[in-house]
């Protein structure tokens, strides 16, 4: 079978790009070793900014039936109630939201459901893709968007370097009761000392569930992160007491999940007829919120901009595929990511005198304010 662009991954990039690339009018065949995507702690929360991005493609109103809603934003430093504000967010489930993108996807579109062993040139218009079946599917363009996963990426020639291994830790909860129980619609607490090792713990709801998310920078033999598993409710009252109270006690429903995090960029991906998205190109670090919208610029670009631009003409060489890997938004996207991944760690448990003297400052700074909110009028 012959398509304009076939897609490997079905994940959010993937799902996305076949989507728009068909409401554009191209042959698309979208390819997952899975008809469903299967529960994965990935993102669960996104603000205004990424809807704009579901929205530049037509997404928006698929997107907005798996996410939930919040407002009323309780942020708390130095264990103390900092600031309350209207913030509109966004709750979901990742496979949730994933798998609403697939059930729309039209019956026009090719779905193939199967593993993909072999990807070959043939000429330099066509790749072909080599299903364990032996399906064969000959496209003008291969967009990889397989997310972490190594074998695509390998089979392409693609190489992932880590530049920051273990560069953060999330853990991942919910809350006994339900999201309506609860004194707020979301709230960020931020560490208060540096020998704690966390960014910030946050909940919102998902749904009529309390979700909670806790960035730390730890290793994964950390003592700290087997202990946190096993009594998550007694760690929390240790940390942050000044807001058990409006958490439940911190009365943990089921399992916690546990999500390493490494900062990774490509090499040898500039291929003729090849492309990379979101973060099958590189990955960043979940803690400043930042990894929806880089996902969803790479397709936004990709789809509205560059395949069209490429499919108007004959011939998929490196001289069109460069322009992608050489857009302005791409590259200021890309590079905001992974600078302000840098910066929320060193921030927050940066060794250097540069870094001590900023949290110092910051310390001194939100005691000021929070001094003058709380005294007398």
Same mark, same amino acid.
């Given at each position: 079978?012959?398509?304009?662009?076939?897609?490997?991954?079905?994940?959010?990039?993937?799902?996305?790009?076949?989507?728009?690339?068909?409401?554009?009018?191209?042959?698309?065949?979208?390819?997952?070793?899975?008809?469903?995507?299967?529960?994965?702690?990935?993102?669960?929360?996104?603000?205004?900014?990424?809807?704009?991005?579901?929205?530049?493609?037509?997404?928006?109103?698929?997107?907005?039936?798996?996410?939930?809603?919040?407002?009323?934003?309780?942020?708390?430093?130095?264990?103390?109630?900092?600031?309350?504000?209207?913030?509109? *967010?966004?709750?979901?489930?990742?496979?949730?939201?994933?798998? $609403?993108?697939?059930? %729309? +996807?039209?019956? /026009? #579109?090719?779905?193939?459901?199967?593993?993909?062993?072999?990807?070959?040139?043939?000429?330099?218009?066509?790749?072909?893709?080599?299903?364990?079946?032996?399906?064969?599917?000959?496209?003008?363009?291969?967009?990889?968007?397989?997310?972490?996963?190594?074998?695509?990426?390998?089979?392409?020639?693609?190489?992932?370097?880590?530049?920051?291994?273990?560069?953060?830790?999330?853990?991942?909860?919910?809350?006994?009761?339900?999201?309506?129980?609860?004194?707020?619609?979301?709230?960020?607490?931020?560490?208060?000392?540096?020998?704690?090792?966390?960014?910030?713990?946050?909940?919102?709801?998902?749904?009529?569930?309390?979700?909670?998310?806790?960035?730390?920078?730890? *290793?994964?033999?950390?003592?700290?992160?087997?202990?946190?598993? $096993?009594?998550?409710? %007694? +760690?929390?009252? /240790? #940390?942050?007491?000044?807001?058990?109270?409006?958490?439940?006690?911190?009365?943990?429903?089921?399992?916690?999940?546990?999500?390493?995090?490494?900062?990774?960029?490509?090499?040898?991906?500039?291929?003729?007829?090849?492309?990379?998205?979101?973060?099958?190109?590189?990955?960043?670090?979940?803690?400043?919120?930042?990894?929806?919208?880089?996902?969803?610029?790479?397709?936004?670009?990709?789809?509205?901009?560059?395949?069209?631009?490429?499919?108007?003409?004959?011939?998929?060489?490196?001289?069109?595929?460069?322009?992608?890997?050489?857009?302005?938004?791409?590259?200021?996207?890309?590079?905001?990511?992974?600078?302000?991944?840098?910066?929320?760690?060193?921030?927050?448990?940066?060794?250097?005198?540069?870094?001590?003297?900023?949290?110092?400052?910051?310390?001194? +700074?939100?005691?000021? #304010?929070?001094?003058?909110?709380?005294?007398?009028?």
């Amino acid at each position: 079978m012959s398509v304009d662009v076939a897609i490997v991954g079905a994940g959010l990039a993937g799902t996305a790009c076949a989507l728009r690339l068909h409401a554009l009018g191209y042959k698309v065949a979208l390819i997952d070793a899975h008809a469903e995507h299967g529960e994965e702690f990935r993102a669960e929360k996104m603000g205004l900014v990424h809807l704009a991005l579901f929205e530049k493609l037509g997404l928006d109103q698929i997107a907005k039936s798996a996410l939930t809603p919040m407002l009323d934003n309780h942020t708390y430093r130095l264990g103390r109630l900092y600031a309350r504000k209207d913030i509109p *967010e966004y709750g979901f489930s990742y496979a949730t939201l994933v798998n $609403a993108l697939r059930h %729309a +996807v039209p019956d /026009e #579109l090719l779905r193939i459901t199967g593993k993909v062993t072999e990807i070959q040139r043939l000429d330099d218009d066509v790749r072909q893709l080599i299903l364990a079946d032996g399906t064969r599917v000959d496209a003008r363009l291969v967009v990889i968007s397989t997310g972490l996963g190594e074998a695509i990426r390998r089979m392409a020639g693609v190489k992932r370097t880590v530049i920051s291994r273990g560069h953060s830790l999330a853990f991942g909860f919910d809350l006994v009761g339900s999201a309506r129980d609860y004194g707020f619609g979301t709230l960020n607490y931020y560490s208060k000392r540096f020998e704690d090792r966390y960014a910030y713990l946050t909940f919102f709801p998902i749904g009529d569930t309390m979700r909670a998310n806790f960035f730390t920078y730890r *290793e994964m033999t950390d003592p700290f992160v087997k202990r946190f598993r $096993a009594e998550p409710q %007694a +760690v929390l009252r /240790e #940390l942050m007491p000044e807001i058990a109270p409006v958490c439940g006690g911190f009365d943990v429903a089921g399992p916690v999940s546990v999500r390493p995090v490494d900062l990774s960029v490509s090499e040898d991906y500039e291929q003729p007829g090849l492309v990379l998205v979101g973060d099958a190109f590189c990955t960043t670090c979940p803690v400043p919120g930042v990894g929806i919208s880089r996902v969803m610029t790479d397709v936004e670009r990709l789809c509205n901009v560059h395949i069209p631009a490429w499919l108007a003409t004959p011939g998929m060489g490196l001289d069109k595929i460069s322009t992608y890997y050489r857009d302005p938004v791409k590259i200021k996207t890309d590079r905001v990511g992974m600078r302000v991944s840098w910066y929320a760690r060193r921030v927050s448990v940066g060794e250097g005198l540069v870094w001590k003297m900023r949290r110092t400052r910051n310390r001194l +700074v939100r005691r000021s #304010l929070l001094a003058l909110r709380h005294a007398p009028a």
